[in-house]
C-alpha cells in the first residue's frame, strides 16, 4: 500500500516532490524518497533541489519534462513550479502549472489546485487562494488534506477571521502525529497571530484549546513592536493555561528562538556616508542608534559607526574586518554597494541598498533597501485582488521611473493583468495633458470630432470620450508632479478610475493633500498604521531631530529595522514568512534580499487612510483557472 509522506507545513510543496496518482503510486523523485531507485537526471534534479539550487533543479526537471510523456509529463511540470514556488517565482510557477494541466490526471489535478492556491497566497491574495482549495475534493489523500487545511487557515488569518483560522488550524492538529509537524503547525497559528493589525476582542468558542490560542492574540501583536518582551509575556500566558498544547511544543521553541534573536555579535559595523552630510544616512544612523539603545542586553556589543565619505567604502569594510567586525551593515549607496561585494564572504553583510547585476552573491551576504520596486509589485497586487484587470501607465522617462513601472508590468501581467498602454513623460514638465489624452484615447476622440464637423460643415458640442477598456491607472510621480498628475487625470475625465502611485507622492512632512484625493499608494507601516512603540519613537524624533522628521522618516525605519533584524541573519534564523517591522512586513527571500509587503493608503480629504481587507461575504470565485485569477 502506498501511504504519502507528509510535508511539514511550514514547507512548501518543493520540499517533498512526491505526488500520488490516482493509479498506484507514482512518485516524482525528489530527496526526501528513501529506497527507490532513482535515474541518474531524476538524481540530479533532486540533489539541486535539496542543495537550495533552485535554477539548476528546475533546469533538471525541464529537461525531464521534455522527455516524459502523459502524466509523468505532468508529474515534472508540477514538480518544477513545487520549486519555483518555495523561492517565490510566482510567475514561472504558473507557467509550469499551465502545462502540468494539460496531461495532468485528477489526483495530479488536485495537487495543482493546492499549488495554485500557495502562489495565490504567496501574491497576497487570500480569496483566490480560497477559492483553489474550495475546488478540491474532499477525499483527496491526507498529504494534500493537510496542506490544504494549513493554506486555510493561513488565508483567514489574512483576512482578519482569527477564530476562524484557529478553529482550522486545532482540527488540523488532530491528524498530526509527529512533534515536527505539530510543531509547525501551532507556529503557523503563532505567525498568523502575530501578522494581525491590533488586538480586538475575541470571541470565546467554549472550546479550552481554542480560547487559548485565542488568549495568546495580545501576547503576540504586543511583541511585534517590542520582541524584547516575548519570554516574559509568554510565562505570563503559561501561568494561565499551564495544559494548554502550545505550552508543550510551541513555548520552548518560541523562548528558544527569542533567546537567538537578541544574541547579537560582540562587534558590529556601520558604514554610513556621513561627511556629505546625506540626510538619508543620518537618519538611518538615528534609526539604527534607536533600537541598539532599546535593547537591554545591546551593552554587551561594541557597535562602531565607519564614515565611507572619509574612507572610501572598500577602505572602511576592510578596516571594519580588520577590526574584528563580526556583523558588517551597509555600506548604503548603489556603487558602494558594488564595489564591496568583491571583498565580501567572510563577515556576515547587510548592505542597505540592492544591486541586481551580480550573480551569484557571496554567502552570508544579504541586501535590505526601501525600493520603490516593492510598492509598485505592491499596488500591482492590491489591484488584482480587486478585480482590475487592465492599466495605463505613466511615469518620467528617467531610471528611476523606468524601474518603477517595469516592476509594476511585471507583477500585474504575472498576476493575469494587462497592460494596455504606458508613456513616458519629461519629468521638468508641469503639463502632462499631452501624454494623458494620448494614454486614455482622448486625442483619438478630438480628431473624430473634428473629421466630423468638417463633413458636416458646422460646428458640434461634443464631450471627449476616453477608452472604456481601462481598470486602472498607475503613475509613478514625486509629490510635486503628483499634485499637478492627478488633478489632470480628473480634467481629463478618468476620476473615476481607481488610480496607484508609489510612496514618492507622499510627503509626510508636508499639510494636507487635497490635489491627491482618491489616489492609492504603498508605503510603510512606520507611516501609514504605526503601533504605540513606533509612534513613542517618532515623537521622540520630532523632538529631539525635527528636520529629519519628515520625508526621513522612511530611513529612520530602515535603520531600526536593519539593527533589529541582525541577530537572526547572524543566526541563521530570519525563516519566518514575514517579520513585522517598521519598513514592512520582512522577509528573507533565496537570493538573499530582505523583501518587503507593504500596506497600501488612499488619500481622503487630503490625508492617507490605509485601506484593510474586507472580510469575505463568501469564501471563494466560481472556478478559478490557473491561467487567470
Known sequence: MCKPRL???TKHFASLLVLSVAAGCTTIPGPTIMGIDLSEPESEAAAF?????????????AELYERALGSQRAQYAIAAADLLASAGVSMEAREWLRRAEIDATPAQQQWIFGLAAELALLDGDPEAALGWLDRLDPEVEQALSLRAMALRGRA????????????VLVERDLWLDRDTDILANHEIIWNGLRAQAGVRPMIATGDRIIDGWLALLPVAVATRSDPFSLTGRLNQWNAANPNHPAALLLLPELRAQDQLAQTYPAKIALLLPLRSQQQPAAAIRDGFLAAYLRNPTGSATQLRIYDTDELGSQQAYLQAQ???AEFVV??????EVEQIIGSSGFVPTLALNTVDNVAPLPPNFFQFGLAPE???AEVARHAIERGAATAVALFPNSEWGLRVYDSFLREFTGLGGRVLESRAYDGATQDFSLAITTLLNLTDSEQRRQRLAANLGMPMEFEPRRRQDVDII??????GAARLLAPQFRFHFAGDLPTYATSEIYDASARADPDLNGVMFADIPWLLAPDDSAVELKNTLQSYWPQRAGRWLRFYGLGFDAYRIIPMLYNGTMNLLSLPGMSGELWLDTAGRIRRHLPVAQFINGRPVQLVPEALDSEAPENPTVTQR
Open 7 to 9: 510535508t511539514t507545513p
Open 49 to 61: 533541489a535539496e542543495a537550495g539550487d533552485t535554477n539548476a533543479a528546475v533546469a533538471g526537471y
Open 156 to 167: 483567514l488569518f489574512q483576512f482578519g477571521r482569527v477564530e476562524q483560522a484557529v478553529r
Open 322 to 324: 580588520n577590526d574584528g
Open 330 to 335: 551597509g555600506p548604503l549607496l548603489k556603487p
Open 374 to 376: 516593492d510598492e509598485a
Open 474 to 479: 498607475f503613475f509613478a510621480a514625486n509629490s
